[in-house]
């Protein structure tokens, strides 16, 4: 009786945050009153209105595409957080000894200080580092400022690519090794809901590349048409 009981309680949860972004504490927020805080209720009013989500990602009238970009990002890395948290107990160093998306696809760990060349990791082990990596970036005003006037660096779309391609693999393991237990806990629509924003998003700024996109690429083709 527990498990099941537990699992629609994770299902409501999921639930809620897609409603109403209240239930999950996001790893950042946009303080009220900032051209990002409006520009993130603008993005979800649009994205809980059921407008069509191809339209969703279009860059509103006379906004800067960097503030854009950023909203979206911490959007999807709460988001994308959240989704792995429903599943996280299923997905263990025993059952996923490696990061990976299917026998096609295996992801290796490098940042430079701690991990300096490719290395093969578990992928509880690998996510945990990639939402650590993700958040640090976010939090460093050197590469998203948070006062006005500030400008964004040289190099902030090229890590701003290299965030969501590592979150697309987030996705990538998710779908491919746990949809037993999203199914399980009827997270499936919402999950859905939250890839195919995702996938519009960054295909409409070319944000990640192709081949990245390829170990999805049929689910992708049959949710976004």
């Avoid at 993005?43 to 059921?50: D, K, P, T």
């Avoid at 082990?125 to 990596?133: E, K, N, P, R």
Wanted: glycine share 4%.
């Amino acid at each position: 009786m527990g498990e099941p009981r537990h699992q629609s309680k994770m299902a409501m949860n999921l639930a809620s945050f897609f409603q109403r972004d209240k239930t999950f504490k996001p790893k950042k927020k946009f303080e009220p009153g900032t051209l990002r805080y409006n520009l993130h209720k603008h993005a979800n009013a649009s994205l809980h209105a059921g407008i069509d989500l191809k339209h969703v990602v279009k860059l509103p009238p006379d906004e800067d595409l960097n503030d854009w970009i950023a909203v979206h990002v911490v959007d999807f890395f709460n988001r994308i957080n959240l989704i792995y948290g429903t599943v996280c107990e299923f997905c263990t160093e025993q059952s996923c000894p490696t990061m990976s998306g299917g026998p096609k696809y295996e992801y290796h760990w490098c940042d430079g200080s701690q991990y300096k060349k490719p290395t093969a990791l578990p992928a509880p082990v690998y996510i945990a580092l990639l939402m650590d990596w993700v958040e640090a970036q976010i939090n460093n005003e050197n590469i998203f400022p948070v006062k006005v006037g500030t400008s964004f660096p040289k190099n902030y779309m090229s890590v701003c690519k290299k965030m969501l391609t590592r979150l697309f693999r987030v996705f990538v393991h998710v779908y491919i090794h746990h949809f037993d237990k999203l199914l399980a806990i009827g997270a499936e629509a919402h999950v859905n809901t939250c890839y195919k924003h995702f996938y519009y998003f960054v295909t409409e700024y070319n944000l990640v590349e192709k081949k990245e996109l390829e170990p999805l690429k049929e689910m992708t083709e049959r949710l976004c048409h």
